[in-house]
């Protein structure tokens, strides 16, 4: 099959807003428990979550994952409150989960009856699409429903998810073995035509700007993806998509690397999506934990180096509203790019990547960590690495590097190796604080460019340099 003609570079505006934000958000929100995959894994006979819903709400086979809509009410949803959360996060293109592994749509489906708007009452797609872009924001749509094949099978075969009448929730009964990530059976034309239309909804009703597919796409027949670029690239022409593994052909999308990093700068753009979440989730869970701005920056600094994007994941509450502690700590983010955006917008790689004491390695979400997400029901912890202030990450626009240092000066000054006479800059430099133009006392030597920061420097999650030549 022929893909040469969805083959693309990311469009300048993708390539230029460096950071991106999405919202796993559905009835998994109204339990609450442990992760997003607790509507499967409730279906699991013996299973922490399973043991956890009988416990809270009874048998699988009284109380099914079915009796979670009518309580999935986002009764404080409000779509001007989440464009203000991701304005003033610095984020330039964002959108909540379009559909997760779930069944459930969250825009006015006509060919899905389990949607937000028979359930809530709101077009959440459309809704965030309308007030999204009145402020400048991109939307993204994300899509993970190839995940439905098999994804509410279980293992008590008193479930309700076998009774014939539930079929329009979980779809119909199913070999137990379609759950894994790769069956044996594979999705037949009726799930596939389904899967299929669900995103010629999302993309011809909403435009998105990014269309982002979960990994697991690879079981969806290729007609059928080739058929979705087809759609995708004739309805939105400046738009990209992105995927994770090979689940596309290379160069008809970006590539996703799901929880993950690259240890050096690449050659082609990409994008890494993770969690702000500190358990061990996509979604809202009982007592949350929040990643602080400090990593969160560290990692887009890092990622921006490496010529990618970050896109972050927040769940917000069952309501809609959000956990005042991820609030607070995107405004911090938000208020590092305020001053300090110069150093990521619209920046391109730098000569070299990195530089410092810390030493990552490329990192992917690849699929043996899903198929043994799949067996233990909780995904894998990603390594990450702590860094520091001898830790360097390098951007660059026009006629300035940029150098992004993790942490405070190491004995009260920045060594930085790659900006010595030797290194790629040969010009006469000079070197301030960028939004500011503050100058910085330094020296620079052959082997390298010692700065040292401006006497009253406030305490900032990572440091920003930026060295112009003359």
């Not at 389990?114 to 809704?127: A, I, L, P, T």
């Not at 697991?216 to 998509?241: L, N, Q």
Request: hydrophobic letters at 35%; proline letters at 6%.
């Amino acid at each position: 099959m022929d893909w040469s003609k969805y083959e693309r570079q990311a469009p300048k505006w993708y390539r230029d807003a460096k950071f991106g934000m999405f919202f796993h958000w559905g009835p998994y929100s109204v339990p609450a428990c442990e992760n997003e995959w607790y509507s499967r894994n409730m279906y699991l006979k013996g299973s922490k979550q399973n043991l956890e819903h009988v416990r809270r709400f009874g048998k699988v086979s009284e109380f099914g994952y079915k009796d979670f809509l009518p309580m999935f009410k986002g009764e404080k949803f409000d779509a001007a409150d989440w464009t203000e959360l991701v304005s003033r996060s610095g984020a330039k293109y964002a959108g909540p989960v379009s559909e997760h592994a779930d069944n459930f749509s969250m825009w006015n489906s006509r060919v899905n009856p389990v949607n937000s708007m028979k359930y809530m009452g709101r077009d959440v797609v459309g809704e965030c699409a309308e007030a999204f872009r009145e402020k400048g924001i991109k939307l993204l749509a994300t899509l993970h429903h190839q995940w439905l094949w098999g994804w509410f099978m279980s293992s008590d075969p008193d479930a309700d998810v076998y009774d014939p009448k539930n079929e329009v929730f979980y779809g119909p009964a199913l070999p137990l073995e379609t759950c894994r990530y790769m069956p044996y059976r594979m999705p037949d034309k009726a799930f596939n035509d389904v899967w299929l239309e669900k995103v010629r909804e999302v993309v011809e009703g909403y435009k998105p700007d990014v269309l982002y597919f979960d990994s697991r796409t690879r079981i969806i027949p290729e007609e059928y993806r080739h058929r979705v670029a087809e759609i995708f690239y004739s309805a939105c022409p400046d738009g990209i998509m992105t995927y994770k593994q090979d689940d596309f052909p290379k160069g008809v999308g970006v590539y996703d690397v799901e929880c993950g990093r690259f240890a050096e700068k690449q050659s082609f753009f990409w994008q890494t999506d993770d969690r702000m979440e500190d358990n061990i989730t996509w979604c809202i869970v009982q007592q949350p934990k929040y990643k602080p701005a400090e990593k969160i920056l560290q990692q887009l600094c890092d990622v921006v180096s490496k010529n990618g994007n970050l896109l972050l994941n927040l769940g917000p509450n069952a309501d809609g509203s959000f956990p005042e502690q991820a609030r607070t700590e995107l405004y911090r983010v938000g208020d590092w790019l305020k001053k300090y955006g110069e150093a990521i917008y619209a920046t391109v790689p730098f000569d070299i990547a990195v530089e410092g004491v810390t030493q990552g390695k490329n990192e992917d979400y690849n699929i043996e960590r899903v198929k043994q997400q799949m067996k233990d029901g909780i995904a894998m912890e990603s390594g990450a690495y702590a860094l520091t202030g001898a830790d360097f990450r390098f951007t660059q626009k026009e006629n300035s590097v940029y150098v992004l240092a993790m942490g405070v000066p190491v004995n009260g000054a920045y060594t930085i190796r790659a900006l010595g006479l030797d290194g790629p800059v040969k010009e006469n430099i000079s070197v301030s604080i960028p939004g500011t133009n503050a100058p910085v006392r330094f020296e620079r030597t052959r082997e390298a460019l010692t700065c040292y920061l401006p006497e009253g420097m406030p305490q900032e999650p990572v440091y920003a340099l930026k060295v112009t030549r003359a």
